[in-house]
């Protein structure tokens, strides 16, 4: 028994050495200070300022396929941050497809004008010079003829007022057309823009969770060191590092890709710096379904286009029907008829003549062009109908679109809660020792992922706002006022 008792004491006397010794070997290396303040730095959900400096290394050290000369230009020159607003003003002036509609209703302006000219007298002037080289019944020689003649339409059969009125709905038309344009540019813009705050966001992640990479990396090497963790988590750790370096070139190629296409919009280079001042921020839905329903039926720019086909197509027929009528035309003619180029010696008249005109038989082309006219019409009115069904769809469609997303981005909010809680978890049992590094990767790859998805999430819900506005016809309230 005292053999036994004086073997336990021997053990426990050189078990405190060792330790002692391990303890005094790991204090002089600096390996308890270092996995400290590893330690200290992973235990915060955020990454501290003290990594700011790492961070800005890891994003120099990065190569970006995707920079080009705008990107080296950008951390170069310090230009102001700009918000939606200003961003919007900028692609409602320069867009190279609203410039295209502006020109199409500039277009239609001018036609309607000329059709409503069609209306008004025209004055026109004829001068000739006649070489009479025989004449049996009179004298040879040179005569002088010059004659003015004003001539005012009477009657065409109603031809010129509809074709006038048609010109004006014409007119009508393209400026519908414009601000529905304009509208889809509106929303576009702001689809570009969510995606590049998006886009900014998951590469801000991206950085720190690299940061947080090689702080886990650094742990497993000092721990290693020690011979307190297996070689296999080192290699985990330097394997999840080069993955998070992929991960950062990727987010940043998706930002210089998202800056491009809010430049292409404001009709700028694709390389030009473009930095923004915003953020995504959640917004109440204000639209229930029927209200949405009850707007676009009213404010949607295209379906009252396709309402105006239907009218334009009446006032064709009438156009087209009054080639059966008679027309009438006066005109008041002055002439004047001399034998020399000055007209001194001259003969003048003035006539006033009222012409009728009636195209008795035509083979019935004008019958045929009257029906196809009609059929055009009808044609318009089952397009407007099956435009309100395609409206009505696109509404609901993006409505639920909408809904779904508010859903979905409150579920990602309480998962996100809880992989925060699950990261946090994790790093304690790491510096308890009771979990491992793999346990910790893990617990950081279901992080980054759920804080990902809830960007994604968040940006996908107002990407979807935008297109529920544009489908319910809503846009600013001075549009309208810019193009009239």
Known sequence: MKSVIGWCSVMLLAAWQSTSLYANALHESGADSIIAENMQALLTDEVSESSASERQSVQQAIPVAAKGEGSAMRGMANQDAMTLEEILAIALRDNLGLVSKELQLQNK?????????????????ISKRSDIMRNTGGTDG????????????????????????????????ARLDLLHTA??????????W?????????????????????????NARSFFREGRMWRNEVLQANVRVAQGE??????????????????????????????????LAWEKLPWTLEDAYAHAKIHRKDLEKAKLDVEVGELTEKST????????????????NAQEADYRDR??????????????????????EVSAAKATTNKNRITYDDLLQTVLLETR???LTAQESALRLEVVKKSLQQAEENYRVNQLRYREQLGTATDVLNALDLLTTTRNTYTSALAAYLTAMAALDLAAGKGPEDLERTYE
């Open 194 to 218: 969510y995606s590049l705050l998006e886009k900014k966001l998951l590469l801000k992640e991206a950085e720190d969770t690299l940061v947080r990479l090689r702080q886990l990396e650094n």
């Open 321 to 336: 029907a009054a080639a059966t009528s008679p027309t009438m035309d006066f005109s008041l003619a002055y002439n004047w």
């Open 109 to 125: 302006q001018l036609t309607a004008s000329a059709s409503f000219r069609k209306m008004l007298p025209t004055m026109s002037l």
């Open 397 to 399: 469609k993006a409505f």
């Open 246 to 279: 992929q991960a950062l070139i990727t987010a940043q190629n998706q930002v210089e890709l998202a800056r491009s296409e809010l430049n292409r919009l404001m009709r700028r280079s694709l390389n030009h710096s473009l930095e923004t001042n915003g953020e």
């Open 347 to 368: 003969d003048s008249k003035t006539t006033a003549l009222l012409t009728m005109n009636w195209t008795a038989w035509n083979w019935g082309q004008t019958a045929q």
């Open 142 to 173: 040179i005569t002088y003829d010059t004659t003015v003649t004003m001539t005012q339409p009477i009657y065409k059969g109603g031809a010129l007022w509809n074709n006038w009125k048609s010109a004006e709905l014409q007119e009508t038309q």
């Open 183 to 192: 509208r889809t540019l509106i929303k576009d813009v702001k689809t570009a």
